[in-house]
């Protein structure tokens, strides 16, 4: 993968980078890559990111579409240089190294900060009327929680009642959607990983968004449980709640907002069981199971709350307990 794609240096050059040095930078999850581009010194701006999103396993359109949505919003998603979407080409600012996860590995002291910037975030965020974008239904909550039925139980060779599965989920998120009447923009994958620090968090320094391209119009809860039921990093529990009051003073939320997110939590939570285990089976990136306990652990506190009774039942009847207290990272 130290290849140079086809196409980049054709691209980079009508772009006017030409002259620019190329440094390929290590992806994730996904088929897209990224590169620093870094011109000599005196020409602004003298780095940007290229992103390679290329078809037909991506399409870079709704990336620029939010990002564009996002801006004029006032919120600060990177600046677009240029782009070519037939081959997945995308110029934009360069938001520098400073990932909040990792800049927290390097300056722990600062957490508090960090969430704090993040949480404000979210909060002016929600401030916003939705944007125009598809919904957060059912189906779409059903369809990701059922990648744990999938994915998961299959890799453990654990049969278990599918169609009870959603029922119960469709029991219990019916209330939910009924509290969904003030939709919010949702992110979808709103962490550590995905917010770049543009300044040291004391001082108020505005945050970067990165990854938005899945934006849905759903329950502000969702990103919130992204940030504070982190799949990559530890949250200590106090810091949770910390956030949660600090999110729901400035918001003020919906009386039953706890119990949504209690709901979002385990449906999301479920979900990345899904992709983790589904990341391991079919693409061969077995790294991703290491996270499984803790994505588990937090979906095991969310069903303990009464909202999720339908749900928690179906866990006790379907999942061995043995499975579940060793937080169910035991594929192989």
């Given at each position: ?219 502000p809860a969702y990103d919130l449980v992204s940030l504070l039921q982190d799949a990559r990093r530890d949250v200590a529990l106090e810091l949770e709640t910390a956030m949660l009051e600090r999110y729901t003073e400035r918001a003020q939320p919906d009386v039953d907002f706890l119990a949504d997110y209690a709901l979002l939590g385990a449906q999301r939570n479920a979900k990345i069981v899904g992709i983790f285990t589904r990341l391991y089976k079919r693409d061969g990136k077995p790294r991703y199971l290491d996270m499984i306990p803790r994505v588990w652990a937090a979906m095991e506190r969310d069903l ?29």
């Open positions: 993968m130290n290849e140079l794609p086809d196409g980049l240096t054709e691209f980079v050059a009508s772009a006017g980078w030409g002259d620019a040095g190329i440094e390929p930078i290590p992806g994730d999850a996904s088929f897209r890559r990224y590169f620093r581009l870094r011109r000599p010194s005196g020409a602004l701006p003298q780095t940007a990111m290229l992103m390679h999103a290329p078809p037909p396993e991506e399409d870079p359109s709704e990336f620029l579409r939010v990002g564009q949505w996002l801006r004029e919003q006032g919120m600060r998603a990177p600046e677009i240089y240029a782009n070519r979407s037939d081959g997945g080409w995308v110029l934009l600012e360069d938001f520098g190294d400073d990932r909040m996860r990792d800049w927290l590995d390097v300056h722990p002291d600062a957490e508090t900060q960090a969430y704090e910037g993040a949480i404000d975030a979210l909060v002016e965020l929600h401030q916003r009327q939705a944007g125009p974008f598809a919904p957060y239904d059912i189906p779409t909550y059903l369809r990701e929680a059922a990648l744990l039925t999938e994915w998961y139980c299959p890799a453990l060779g654990l049969t278990v009642d599918g169609p009870g599965y959603e029922a119960a989920w469709r029991e219990a998120l019916g209330t939910l959607i009924a509290r969904q009447s003030r939709p919010v923009t949702v992110l979808r994958d709103y962490h550590a990983e995905n917010i770049m620090l543009l300044g040291d968090p004391a001082t108020h320094a505005p945050q970067g968004l990165i990854d938005f391209q899945d934006a849905l119009v759903g329950h303990q709350h009464p909202a999720l009774e339908p749900v928690a039942n179906w866990f006790a009847a379907n999942i061995p307990d043995e499975l579940r207290q060793s937080g169910g990272g035991a594929i192989t």
